[in-house]
């Protein structure tokens, strides 16, 4: 397929789309029935015409230059650019398009049905003023000569296609124009060139065989000023030729400069360097010079001098405070005596970019309570040194930042954002924060995501449940508890008692309860409830504190023994009760400081199991084995409020433990399903093991877990939070070590201490319950309880601790040792008869002044300890 290439360079950019024909004819100004003068052609084509050959069945596209006689004539006008044929040799989708005000070129298609032959004629090109075509610009239509030879389908082609235009420019005495290569296609034929008879013209070859490349090459030596025209013929065997237009300007001698045309890219608002231009003349003969630019933003400088020389461009976009894009200008340069030159300068400038780190920013930590401390915006431009200003768009409610606005540049500026949570909703809030700075003409935007997490503001207290007591001897009647913030930003509070009795006082971040019995009745139990409020209007106080008065005619000076039967046993941590059941369908409620029964609960199936309290003494647990379901039972009133049923059924190896974290209060069982009191809706899964004893610190955030009766004690240990983003999300995790094996066989019970720095194992061996480490379980110390196999352990509100065990007739079944564990205060004897302590069936009242405990024989003991 030949294509014949533009005569000479094309303009650099293609301003134009391609526009469609349009029908109508006639030539002239006026349309196609207009008598007005003829104008000479409007455009003048390069080749004057169009030489080719095809294949048949095939369509060859050939490239056309049509330079406009007049630019004048098209200035400021749309133009309807199309090219006819009346003897359908071209494609109707053949088109005509326009590359600046000076150049259009055409695309040309010739039609594939075209039979094997000669066709000759000619093209009607046509610049029209509408796309009718019922008015055409002076010189319209333009006739454009051709001469097309169709080959037989199967045939090879002939083309010689030039690499570049074969129109050149020289000067007498400086470097030659650059040879050009004219590839030729003349697969099994062979071919000869002429240059017409041109001398400046040369020619690597005259003739050859098969596809070849031939050089020519430009000689303007002798040659005086003006222009040479000539054509370079190739013929091949079987007489088809290709002829191309080849022409020679030899210029007068004139000023040369180092660059002839000039293109800078920038990042708009960057310092641009400046461009240095060379002056001379090409027969180095010194001539003055002047120079001036046409465009503001671009200036030269010197604006005048002799030659040789140099001149400085620069470019200034804040003159006219120019956008990104691009932008053309001229330098003229004016020589003494010499032609004008104009240097063309292009400017493309890249908008700015403005970057954030990082790119998305959450206050409020994890859990939603972390406001202490904001974090760091960073903003920076990439202009090098130069500054420009900056401001951020709205900045939300629930936020705060250091600076709203300011100059930016490469080096960047750090903006410190905070967070206030007064202002903002409970969960997750979010916003986009948007940063713009103005450069030049541009405005340079970036966003950066701020979100927010807030959980409910809460005070909360170290406990929630008290238990005082009043008894000749035995008294109790104060007691200090800690609030603490969950944001850590205590703003004080108010406390308030629903009783006469029981005075709450506030100091500080404590609460200091005082009761008064002189008013009350022995051997009565009284209750009363502390409300907290916030004095930050942010927060509030969802728990209150249960507080019982157990007022006795006397202390209980030795130990007592219930006359019924029982297997489990758990305590109040308020009132001074004890639950137990004997595995069968009826709790019942004894005071521990009595030993006497009170009532009994009924309303469940037969084998129930484990029981618990909540941490405020409002709600116990039971495991119903029967119906694989757990039930409620509201204190207060000792009657079945809720039941759960389970995925599987609970067994008498099922544990349960009652937890708060957050101030959020959870069921947890020792398989480490984990559900809401409020709802008794399942929320999630503990990483703990598949089964054993329970115990957590008092705010429920650490929990351990230890095996029960295997050849080898393990505890897992998970930390546990709850807060409100989401409607509610449960963060749990197992700490390290994921799990770890004691010293010992045979486990039963473990202890966590009130604030988590201390576990406590009961295991059959050794002979000794163990303190360890609650960080990282390490072992800390041992306490000895004689020849019995521990297998409980509970501590005291006080700290004391009671190491319980299986043990032989004779030998004491409990120690109580200091907070330490270092010193043995007491032991304790449950039975004469030699029978041993149930696993995890030894209990400490509320305000740990007596200890419950079930022997196996079913016999239960209150144990008196005292203050």
């Known amino acids: 397929m030949l294509r014949l290439r533009p ?233 088809l030729v290709v002829t191309l237009p080849v022409k020679l300007t030899v210029l007068p001698p004139g000023l040369v400069l180092g660059s002839n045309s000039i293109t800078i890219n920038a990042i708009n608002g960057a310092a641009i360097p400046p461009q240095i231009v060379s002056l001379d003349t090409d027969n180095k003969i010194s001539a003055g010079w002047t120079a001036s630019s046409d465009t503001a933003w671009l200036s030269v400088s010197p604006t005048s001098g002799a030659t040789p020389a140099t001149t400085v461009l620069t470019v200034d976009p804040t003159i006219g405070t120019l956008a990104s894009g691009s932008y053309t200008g001229n330098i003229t340069i004016t020589p003494a005596g010499l032609t004008t030159r104009k240097l063309p300068v292009t400017l493309n400038l890249s908008k700015a ?278 039930t409620a039972v509201k204190l207060s009133t000792r009657t079945i409020s809720q039941q759960l049923p389970l995925a599987s059924p609970g067994t008498k190896a099922t544990r349960l433990k009652l937890i708060r974290p957050n101030g959020v209060e959870m069921l947890l069982l020792s398989d480490g399903q984990l559900f809401l009191t409020s709802s008794l809706a399942r929320i999630g899964t503990l990483p703990l093991s598949t089964g054993g004893a329970l115990s957590a610190s008092s705010n429920g955030k650490r929990i351990v877990q230890q095996d029960e009766g295997n050849t080898t004690v393990t505890h897992t240990s998970a930390t546990v939070d709850y807060a409100a983003m989401g409607g509610g999300t449960l963060f749990a995790a197992k700490l390290a070590p994921a799990s770890h094996t004691s010293p010992g066989t045979q486990g039963a019970d473990v202890w966590l201490s009130a604030d988590g720095t201390r576990v406590y194992s009961a295991a059959a061996s050794p002979k000794s319950c163990v303190i360890m480490n609650g960080a990282d379980l390490a072992i800390l110390g041992y306490m000895v309880i004689g020849d019995a196999a521990p297998n409980n352990i509970e501590v005291a509100l006080d700290g004391r601790i009671f190491c319980g065990g299986a043990a032989r007739a004779g030998s004491s079944d409990i120690y109580m040792y200091d907070s330490t564990g270092a010193k043995v205060l007491q032991q304790y004897k449950l039975s004469t008869t030699g029978k041993q302590l149930l696993p995890r069936q030894m209990a400490v009242s509320g305000d740990g002044w007596v200890v419950v405990a079930i022997t196996d024989d079913g016999v239960v003991t209150f144990l008196p300890i005292g203050p």
């Not at 610049?127 to 080959?151: E, H, M, R, W």
Request: proline share 5%; net charge negative; with cysteine.
């Open 353 to 630: 970019t403005l970057a954030t780190s990082p790119s998305t920013i959450t206050l409020g930590g994890t859990y939603g309570r972390d406001f202490t401390i904001g974090q760091t915006l960073a903003l920076s431009l990439n202009t090098g040194t130069l500054s420009w200003p900056w401001s951020l768009g709205t900045v939300p409610s629930w936020a705060t930042v250091t600076a709203t606005a300011g100059t930016i540049n490469a080096a960047g500026t750090s903006i410190a954002v905070k967070a206030k949570p007064a202002n903002a909703s409970t969960g997750t809030s979010s916003a986009l924060l948007s940063a713009t700075a103005a450069v030049n003409g541009d405005a340079v935007m970036t966003s950066v995501l701020l979100a927010l997490n807030k959980d409910q503001h809460k005070l909360l207290p170290a406990e929630t449940a008290v238990a005082f007591v009043s008894t000749p001897g035995w008294s109790r009647l104060t007691r200090t508890i800690s609030v603490a913030d969950n944001y850590d930003s205590f703003g004080g509070m108010s406390a308030s008692s629903d009783q006469s009795w029981l005075v709450v006082g506030v100091s500080a971040d404590k609460l200091v309860l005082t009761a008064d019995p002189s008013q009350l009745l022995s051997d009565t139990l009284s209750t009363a409830t502390i409300t907290i409020t916030a004095t930050d209007p942010d927060a509030t106080a969802p728990e209150v504190i249960r507080v019982a008065l157990w007022k006795g005619a006397a202390a209980p000076s030795a130990a007592s023994t219930a006359a019924l039967r029982y297997t489990n046993v758990t305590t109040d941590p308020a009132r001074p009760y004890a639950y137990l059941h004997n595995g069968g369908a009826v709790i019942d409620v004894y005071n521990v400081y009595t030993g006497l029964k009170e009532s009994s609960i009924t309303g469940f199936s037969a084998h129930l199991g484990d029981m618990a309290v909540t941490p405020n003494g409002d709600t116990l647990y039971v495991v119903d084995i029967d119906n694989a379901r757990l």
């Open 7 to 239: 005569a000479y360079a094309a303009v650099p950019l293609i301003i134009a789309a391609l526009l469609t024909g349009c029908g109508g004819g006639g030539g002239g100004s006026t349309g196609g029935g207009s008598t007005a003068p003829a104008a000479s052609p409007a455009l003048s084509f390069t080749p004057a015409s169009v030489t080719a050959s095809a294949v048949a069945g095939t369509s060859l596209t050939v490239n056309v230059i049509a330079a406009v006689a007049r630019p004048s004539d098209f200035s400021g006008a749309t133009v309807f650019a199309s090219v006819t044929d009346a003897n359908n040799t071209i494609l109707p989708s053949s088109t005509v398009v326009r590359d600046s005000d000076s150049q259009y070129h055409a695309v040309l298609l010739t039609s594939p049905s075209l039979a094997a032959g000669s066709y000759t004629g000619s093209f009607n090109v046509r610049l029209c003023k509408d796309s009718a075509c019922t008015s055409q610009f002076p010189g319209s239509p333009v006739a454009l000569p051709y001469n097309l030879t169709v080959i037989p389908a199967g045939s090879a082609t002939f083309s010689a296609v030039p690499a570049m235009s074969l129109d050149a420019s020289a000067q007498p005495g400086i470097t030659a124009p650059a040879a050009v290569n004219v590839a030729i296609s003349a697969t099994g034929r062979s071919w000869t060139a002429s240059n017409g008879g041109a001398s400046w013209l040369k020619l690597s070859a005259a003739s050859g065989t098969g596809d070849s490349s031939l050089s020519i090459s430009y000689d303007a030596s002798g040659l005086a000023q003006g222009t040479y025209s000539t054509k370079l013929t190739v013929n091949s065997n079987d007489s």
